[in-house]
Nanobody
Framework: QVQLAESGGGLVQAGGSLRLSCAAS????????WAWYRRAPGKQRELVAS???????DAGDSVKGRVTISRDNAKNTVYLQMNSLKPEDTAVYYC???????????????WGQGTQVTVSS
């Protein structure tokens, strides 16, 4: 069983930066994808950024150019660096780890408990 623990959320002024971390405990598959999602009040969950075990990254259109996702495999940890934050970035941010049982087709998903990010104007 894998457990994810997020940290780094908080209150920041518009234009500021935050770095979120998510550490995994348990047995981690070598074929995996880490991701950060967010859910703002009254909105659907959306992908913020993802990174595969080969280092390929992707980011949502609303945050491209402002976020960087990275991973430390030795620490089983993923990071999300967010810059130039806007009030519309306010949301609960969730860490996600996908263990691919069939790469690209079937995965076992694990989720963190979420961390609040609030950006004041």
């Amino acid at each position: 069983q894998v457990q994810l623990a997020e940290s780094g959320g908080g209150l920041v002024q518009a234009g500021g930066s935050l770095r979120l971390s998510c550490a995994a405990s348990g047995t981690i598959f070598s074929t995996n994808t880490w991701a950060w999602y967010r859910r703002a009040p009254g909105k659907q969950r959306e992908l913020v950024a993802s990174i595969t075990n080969t280092g390929n990254t992707d980011a949502g259109d609303s945050v491209k150019g402002r976020v960087t996702i990275s991973r430390d495999n030795a620490k089983n940890t993923v990071y999300l660096q967010m810059n130039s934050l806007k009030p519309e970035d306010t949301a609960v941010y969730y860490c996600n780890l996908m263990h691919w049982t069939i790469p690209g087709v079937e995965s076992i998903d694990y989720w963190g408990q979420g961390t609040q990010v609030t950006v004041s104007s």
